[in-house]
């Protein structure tokens, strides 16, 4: 499953939000963060990434290492673009307290009243199921194998030579004019009749268990278009994306520069093809560092009762842990990074209090987390997947050295 591509090795470990100033650094200490941060990337897992450090008012280091493209040796920048995977879903929290804000619906309302379709856990059939449930992850909707196979579709109209149409033997590459509405996917996949409901929900009543779904998060975005009457890619546009000046990212190729769009690797040697997705809020914002790193910012001020996007109440919202111990079949207290141990509305918290989220998807890796204790925060976006020790060591090892640095960089 997407989320977990990043979790499977675990051994370790402005003025205003519209404008985010980049601080200056000393020189030595720039190179020597860079020296430490080109030694792991020496090692040849990932062929490009790009790293930053904030707080809440400033960019305090953000760097890009090795290619967007290997053929033709094209740099990863600061300015590269890629997807982010389920980084992704902290938009959807974020637009879903927008919407609230708006008067369109509030978190305690059951999907039903917003849906033109049936859903309802078959175990379940009289207990609704509720968007702040869909928020938490407590809605009992699973992701199925036709989540897999049926939600990655190649873009149109590309050079296809070289490239893997599968990912890890079980993610496949639709045809670009297969594909469908997102309002039919999730009508095939959670309603009664639906093609391709299997498993679709859990033995579990809505509201009780944690149980991570992609499929449960796309559902909240289409709530949104349906109270809002916007599409959610226009319905975060506005209310995200050009507010924060994040003039860079967007959620469709045609919204992006694709000039500046990265190639995506299955490992260092196998490029795979550019691809989109019919459940793209879960996982398909197509953004740089340089506009994260403002998203970010916005996160902490958000956080400490400052920020612009929301109110202070919606953000208290936004940011409130839901579960307790009771919520979880397990519970990862081995992994800080981890978004699984609580969450607020689609933002993560790992056991130690680090609030953000990690994403995967084929050909990429990325994680944003703030530790509220000291403001600062660390994001990493890579353009190559990796699927053992040494992989995980290089990728938390870059992690740690920012973490190294980022106290420097603050004073």
């Not at 929290?93 to 309802?120: N, R, S, T, W």
């Not at 469709?252 to 769009?261: L, P, Q, T, V």
């Amino acid at each position: 499953m997407k989320k977990n591509l990043l979790l499977i090795f675990v051994y370790a470990a402005l003025t205003s939000c519209n404008s985010l100033k980049v601080k200056p650094i000393q020189p030595h200490i720039k190179d020597s963060l860079n020296t430490e941060i080109n030694a792991l990337y020496q090692q040849g897992i990932f062929n490009g990434f790009a790293v930053s450090i904030v707080d809440d008012t400033s960019t305090l280091y953000q760097q890009g290492f090795g290619f967007s493209e290997t053929k033709s040796k094209k740099a990863y920048t600061n300015h590269t673009l890629q997807n982010i995977a389920s980084v992704s879903k902290t938009f959807v929290g974020i637009a879903l307290l927008k919407a609230q804000e708006l008067g369109k619906f509030h978190l305690d309302d059951p999907i039903q009243k917003y849906l033109p379709f049936k859903v309802a856990n078959p175990n379940f059939p009289q207990t609704p199921i509720t968007i702040r449930q869909l928020a938490a992850h407590t809605s009992s909707i699973t992701d199925n194998e036709f989540y897999l196979s049926k939600t990655y579709y190649l873009k149109p109209d590309q050079n296809l030579a070289g490239a893997k149409l599968n990912f890890d033997d079980e993610q496949v590459f639709n045809p670009s004019g297969s594909i469908i509405s997102m309002a039919s996917f999730l009508e095939n996949v959670l309603t009664e009749n639906g093609k391709w409901n299997k498993n679709s929900f859990s033995a579990h009543k809505p509201g009780t268990i944690y149980e991570y779904s992609n499929v449960g998060t796309t559902l909240a975005a289409f709530i949104i278009e349906q109270a809002t009457g916007q599409s959610f890619s226009d319905f975060t546009k506005q209310y995200i994306l050009k507010p924060l000046k994040m003039n860079d990212s967007g959620w469709k190729f045609e919204e992006i520069n694709f000039s500046a769009f990265s190639r995506l690797y299955e490992n260092p040697q196998t490029v795979l093809p550019y691809y989109h997705s019919i459940t793209y809020p879960d996982g398909g914002l197509i953004t740089n560092i340089n506009d994260l790193s403002k998203y970010l910012a916005e996160l902490m001020k958000g956080y400490n009762g400052k920020g612009t996007l929301l109110t202070s109440e919606s953000y208290k919202e936004y940011f409130k842990p839901q579960l307790a111990a009771k919520n979880f079949t397990e519970r990862n207290e081995q992994n800080p990074y981890s978004e699984s141990y609580n969450t607020g509305a689609f933002i993560g918290y790992g056991y130690t209090g680090f609030i953000g989220h990690t994403g995967g998807d084929p050909g990429v890796m990325s994680i944003m987390f703030f530790d509220p204790k000291n403001n600062l925060g660390r994001i990493m976006v890579f353009n190559t997947n990796f699927s053992d020790k040494k992989g995980n060591d290089v990728f938390y090892g870059i992690w740690n050295v920012l973490e190294k640095y980022q106290g420097k960089l603050s004073k």
